[in-house]
């Protein structure tokens, strides 16, 4: 492996993690019987085994089943607590954290117990693990713009509670016009926005990411280089790109790591970072993702490595005074 401690120990912000997605097979056993629940997995391992994915589809499909456990206001609590703890040993000092509410309040859990429970977790991870953390509401791409304009009518309430909207779930087929009236809205509630794009879609998914949404960060992007006005778009702006290396390793975007081409997103100017995504289905936290990026591309340079970690404190929404301290 290459540069292994300089990697584990930088102090990073992480821009890209699903909170559902880090839901571990062990507690989604615990959280099953916690609630009385019977799953289709007869053990840990079973459920484990089960993670073997051809596409984003084959993975959205098992991750929405893992988080139909969650039940209570505790059951966020814990999940989220669980993360925090084991982003904070990776030297995540920031977390911008993804929730998909709709995936709960479609089965009957309220907006109010989703965002409690969450938002709690964040408070005490800050104050007994040092680390900062805000909620980013994703908009299930999937489903239509009349269940996202309901989805943000029953956030309304916590306003205070979370920072910004993405949008998530199938890419290909759900583009992100879909849901411009909806984002044009959250951008007047002064919401941050970000969007899921070029994951599996199209270049095209990007620019309309930037042009229709009025998007400020692409999560994934890594289908930008197939397009060289769009390269020199994201270039100018300095729009960052939320890579995930594991999640597209897992999911097929690329055959193999060393395919992998944030070597050449940064190359090109690009400001990208790296992230978990779902690390409790992918295999690996952030910084298993940094090793095994670094580990089979070796062009990647501890000078990379730096402005990989400077990126993601750059493009993250925390005050301008907090970020130039971390920088
Ligand atoms: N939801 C959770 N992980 C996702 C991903 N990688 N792409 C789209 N939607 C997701
Ligand atoms: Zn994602």
């Known amino acids: 492996e290459r540069l292994p401690a300089l990697l584990a120990a930088m102090p990073k912000a992480e821009l890209h993690i699903h909170i559902e997605g880090s839901l571990e097979p062990e507690m989604i056993f615990a959280l099953a019987q916690r609630n009385g629940l019977t799953l289709p997995y ?3 391992e079973a459920l484990r085994r089960a993670y073997a994915f051809s596409d984003l589809q084959s993975f959205l499909d098992i991750y929405y089943a893992g988080a139909s456990v969650l039940l209570h206001e505790q059951d966020f609590y814990d999940m989220a607590r669980a993360y ?17 509410p709709q995936t709960h309040t479609a089965r009957g859990v309220s907006m109010e117990t989703v965002i409690n ?35 943000l ?17 199938s890419e ?21 926005l970000v969007a899921h794009a070029g994951e599996e879609g199209p270049p095209e998914y990007i620019w ?16 930008a280089l197939r397009d060289a006005a769009l390269v020199r778009r994201l270039a100018s702006e300095r729009i960052a790109l939320t890579v995930c290396p594991l999640s597209n390793l897992k999911l097929c975007v690329f055959p193999d790591l060393a395919q992998h081409n944030l070597k050449r997103l940064l ?12 690390p409790a289905y992918f295999g690996g936290y952030i910084n298993q993702n940094f090793a095994q990026v670094f580990a089979a591309v070796p062009e ?28």
Do not use: Y
């Not at 925090?84 to 998909?100: G, K, Q, S, T, Y």
């Not at 104050?127 to 299930?140: D, N, P, T, Y």
């Not at 309309?208 to 289908?223: P, Y």
């Open 208 to 223: 309309s990411a930037l042009d229709v949404l009025k998007v400020e960060r692409i999560d994934h992007g890594v289908q």
């Open 42 to 44: 007869a053990d840990v």
């Open 172 to 192: 290909v087929g759900h583009p992100p016009e879909k849901f411009a009236r909806v984002f044009a809205r959250c951008r007047e509630l002064g919401l941050h």
């Open 153 to 169: 009518e029953h956030a309304q309430p916590f306003l205070g509670r979370f920072i910004g909207v993405g949008l998530d779930s």
């Open 84 to 100: 925090l703890a084991r982003a904070a040993m990776d030297n995540v000092a920031h977390a911008e954290i993804f929730f998909d």
């Open 267 to 278: 190359d090109a100017g690009l400001a990208a970072t790296v992230n978990s995504d779902d």
């Open 117 to 151: 429970g969450l938002h709690r977790a964040c408070q005490d991870a800050q104050a007994e693990l040092g680390i900062s953390s805000s909620l980013i509401l994703c908009f299930l791409r999937h489903l239509s713009e009349e269940d996202a304009f309901a989805t």
């Open 300 to 327: 990647l340079t501890a000078r990379d490595a730096w402005q990989l970690a400077h990126n993601s404190f750059a493009a993250s929404f925390a005050p301008e005074a907090r970020k130039r301290a971390w920088q």
